[in-house]
């Protein structure tokens, strides 16, 4: 077959030829109507108003409210620095339970905020914390449980809300990959006491960088708006302690095109999620994990799981020879947070604790996706990654 040549020329016998001319990676931003952009970047220098609550933030935020169904809106400059908003002003003190498999943002910001992240184990299946084994994690010092909806999959809301009510804990979600995605055919943003989301360019709604902290709790809500802007309330009247977390204009802009182009993305993520899971499914050894059709979501991650006991090629491997044909992809969350500093260093039991999170970062390989990713480029992945499998053992 001549396909199968050409990658045995490029992988074996030419080494850096890659079969993809131009790299397609990952995180690849979806990009809104570029004409209503640029004229809100010109209405945006016209206005001489950059940030500081300005008009096109104000009208994100409440654009986003009503998508949601959410009381609240605060948009921030990034989520780490609402991940750590939201800690702030819960005054949260000692221990906070969250799942180790996750980007490293949410440990940090616990840790930066001076608490003491808890790693709990994953349910493989899900991916998400495993509130199964939470209750185990709770001490005299614990004051809250981070749940995060990875790639956009909701954890477990409803026993996470009865764990916390149960021992008295905040409850946050880090809904930083599950803008647009439901639970119980409700939006993520409703739940727990607040919840965070990422506008950073790689994800399915983009700010360039940003955030938002969104919830219906209306004194959370106010007070968090205090701190996102040093703690002043009025022009010299500082009530709190505050830190700079604004989102400027040209990024609220960006999310306004981003957030009127949403069904679109959705369209895209989704028909590539399908092409992909069709032509990989085929393969033995690699799954592409399901998503359910019965609720809302943003098919922003193509996540696969690679069965080394049945491909008998690592996932390491086969990421190595996508990234040499020119094939972005990347094996988030590696290594989790419990084997990243200072982490590793502070609870190195965590190992042999977290025996479903070590399986899983070394089986996770996420594919690129989004609007720029075309039918024939999947086609052509899946081929490269079919015959890497197929030839696992010899290259
Ligand atoms: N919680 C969770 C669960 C998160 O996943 C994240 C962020 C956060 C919290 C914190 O949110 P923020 O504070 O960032 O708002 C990237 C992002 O930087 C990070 O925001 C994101 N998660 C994480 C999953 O991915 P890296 O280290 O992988 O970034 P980088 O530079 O390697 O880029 C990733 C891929 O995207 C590459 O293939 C290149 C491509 N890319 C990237 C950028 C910036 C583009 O094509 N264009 C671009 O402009 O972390």
């Known amino acids: 077959m001549k396909f199968e040549k050409q990658i045995i020329s490029d992988l074996a016998i030419n080494g850096g030829n890659p079969l993809f001319k131009q790299s397609i990676p990952v995180g690849r931003p979806n990009i809104g109507n570029r004409k209503q952009l640029n004229k809100y970047f010109n209405e945006i220098l016209d206005n001489k108003w950059l940030t500081n609550n300005g008009p096109f933030v104000q009208k994100f935020e409440r654009s986003i409210e009503n998508y949601l169904g959410v009381k609240n809106c605060i948009s921030t400059c990034n989520a780490t620095i609402g991940l750590e908003l939201v800690i702030k002003a819960l005054n949260l003190t000692g221990e906070i339970i969250m799942p180790s498999f996750t980007f490293v943002a949410t440990a940090h910001a616990a840790q930066w905020q001076g608490l003491t992240p808890i790693f709990c184990d994953i349910d493989p299946v899900t991916h998400n914390i495993d509130p199964n084994k939470i209750e185990d994690l709770i001490t005299s010092n614990t004051s809250g449980i981070i749940g995060v909806h990875l790639w956009g999959r909701p954890c477990d809301v409803e026993l996470l809300c009865n764990i916390a009510y149960k021992h008295n804990l905040k409850l946050i ?163 989790g947070c419990h084997n990243m500093e200072p982490y590793k260093t502070l609870n190195s039991n965590d190992q042999v604790r977290l025996v479903e999170t070590e399986k899983l970062i070394k089986k996770v390989l996420i594919i690129p996706t989004g609007m720029s990713v075309t039918e024939n480029d999947i086609k052509k992945i899946c081929n490269l990654i079919k015959f890497i499998i197929k030839n696992g053992e010899l290259l």
Do not use: W
């Not at 990959?177 to 055919?185: D, I, L, P």
């Not at 969104?214 to 809500?221: E, F, K, R």
């Not at 306004?256 to 992909?276: A, T």
């Open 173 to 335: 979600f880090d809904a930083a990959h599950a803008f647009g995605c439901s639970y119980h055919g409700e939006m993520i943003g409703s739940f727990g006491d607040a919840e965070v989301f990422s506008f950073h360019a790689t994800k399915f709604l983009n700010t360039f960088e940003g955030g938002a902290i969104v919830t219906n709790n209306d004194q959370l809500a106010y007070k968090i708006r205090l701190m996102k802007n040093f703690g002043f309330s009025g022009n010299d009247n500082v009530v709190s302690v505050g830190i700079n977390g604004k989102m400027n204009e040209l990024s609220a802009a960006m999310g306004l095109v981003g957030i009127d182009s949403i069904d679109h993305f959705i369209d895209i993520n989704f028909k590539n999620y399908q092409e992909y899971r069709t032509r990989l499914n085929n393969i033995s050894g690699i799954t592409v994990i399901d998503y359910n059709f019965n609720e809302r979501c943003n098919y922003q991650y193509i996540v696969s799981e690679i069965d080394k006991n049945i491909t008998h090629i690592s996932r390491d491997k086969i990421l190595d020879i996508l990234q040499k044909e020119n094939i972005l992809a990347r094996r988030y969350f590696y290594p």
